[in-house]
């Protein structure tokens, strides 16, 4: 079975405060994507990864950064988290052309 | 506006009744998936379309594609509670640039009374 695993389901943090939050899959896929989903807003995708060392922005990248050194981890950073970043974060791996498989989830709250 | 539109947005049924879910696409579409999401979880793959007029099953659970390739229905039959959660369409547009990024439809929450 594919798996993919987030480092935390449930994270609180201060605003202000550098946020780390780390996925990892072991299907060998070239592909990764970070994604927040909001209420009425559905998912929309921060940043994707198409091999190590590379990314490419999503639809709302502002405020966020990612890291991949090695091809199973991809990293999201918040540099300085805000209120507005409170969200569902949700990661996922794939083959080209394909569908992601995703991981549980981490329910961020910046207070 | 949206580029995957999911229809109803929601839908309580009753336990045993039948059920459908759409999803349209304004663009031909490379390939169709559908995921089932529980409340405050993660997604989790049922199907994958990729043929116009493709049709695949999973235990109660069908989804067809259009010949077109631009309109997929999810059809559960004899709902059960376990249906319950929130169902998303996801897509790769055909013409898209890399076929790399999916575009998303925003869910239909899916109740089953018993």
């Known amino acids: 079975d594919v798996k993919v695993t987030q480092s935390s389901r449930y994270l609180v943090k201060r605003t202000g405060e550098k946020v780390f939050l780390e996925c990892v899959q072991d299907m060998d896929h070239e592909n990764m994507f970070w994604y927040r989903q909001d209420p009425g807003l559905g998912l929309r995708l921060i940043y994707f990864?198409?091999?190590?060392?590379?990314?490419e922005k999503g639809d709302i990248p502002e405020g966020y950064s990612v890291s991949r050194e090695k091809k199973e981890r991809f990293s999201l950073i918040l540099e300085s988290a805000s209120t507005n970043q409170t969200s569902m974060y949700l990661c996922a791996s794939s083959y080209t052309g394909t569908g992601g498989y995703f991981g549980p989830g981490t329910r961020l709250t910046v207070t | 506006s949206q580029e995957l539109e999911q229809s109803p947005q929601s839908l309580i049924v009753q336990e045993g009744k039948n059920l459908t879910i759409n999803c349209t696409s304004s663009k031909t579409l490379y390939g169709l998936y559908w995921y089932k999401q529980k409340y405050g979880e993660g997604l989790i793959f049922l199907m994958m379309l990729q043929k116009g007029g493709e049709e695949k099953s999973h235990e109660k659970i069908t989804a067809k594609l259009d010949e077109k390739k631009q309109q997929s229905s999810l059809h559960i039959t004899a709902s059960q509670p376990s249906h319950a959660g929130i169902y998303l369409c996801?897509?790769?547009?055909?013409?898209?640039?890399?076929?790399?990024?999916?575009?998303w439809g925003l869910g239909t929450s899916l109740a089953v009374n018993p």
């Open positions: 996801g897509a790769v547009p055909f013409n898209a640039g890399n076929n790399r990024k999916l575009i």
């Open positions: 990864s198409y091999d190590v060392k590379m990314k």
